[in-house]
């Protein structure tokens, strides 16, 4: 969605688990995103993934992503994707598409995606990617802590543990695996950001060679490196 690189610190919903790589077996790898995720809504998806953004506890809680330094909402974003126009809060001029425009699109239409794909994947390129991986990479998504009258405000992360963007994500994988097997999209060389300076032991094998990992969140490139490499800055 174009949004502008920058430096801003990371703010949202999520409690993170410590910060190292997580690892597992091949058991791991072949695991079913049912069993990571729980069922994706089989009635409506897309009805489900707008309420997965807008009628949750945590839909109005504001958070700064990475590559962009303005706050936002899951609320907010999903306007910005699933409305028929355009936020009126747009100061900085972003690019509005609305799903019927998308929908036309030669990649959307020989890769056979539908509605609740395409708004997906139009999510996971704005901010809601941040929250999305961080999702899939094992971080959690609490509701936000009750505050009786009198009360001082209590930490963001002291609520319970919620199930979140279960639809959203069962359609964004869904995506990619059609996409990966649609003659619209072509072998290309593409750029990944970078910005650890070491591996972590659990990828270094005794013979000192590197062992095989698997990224359990969806892999953000690009097709300009010098965006990548100003990422990885």
Known sequence: QDMPLGSAKYLSPFTY?????????LQGFSCPLDTILGPPSSSNPLTAMKAEHCAMPYSSLPFT???NAKPTTPAEEWEWVGGSVPPLNNPDGRRFVGLDQLMELEVVK???LSKAEVAAIRLYTGPMGDIYNKKLQGGVIVEPAAVEEGEEPRDKDEGPEV????????????????????????????????????????LMAEDGSLRVGVESGCLST??????????SA
């Open 17 to 25: 688990p410590p910060a190292e790589f997580a690892t597992t077996g």
């Open 163 to 202: 199930d979140a963007y279960v639809t959203t994500l069962h359609a964004l994988v869904s995506a990619v695996v059609k996409l990966t097997r649609s003659s619209a999209t072509n072998s290309m060389c593409v750029y990944r950001p970078l910005t650890a300076t070491q591996l972590p032991e659990a």
């Open 65 to 67: 992503p990475s590559l």
């Open 110 to 112: 020989k890769g056979g």
């Open 222 to 231: 690009t097709l300009h490196k010098a965006l990548a490499a100003e990422a």
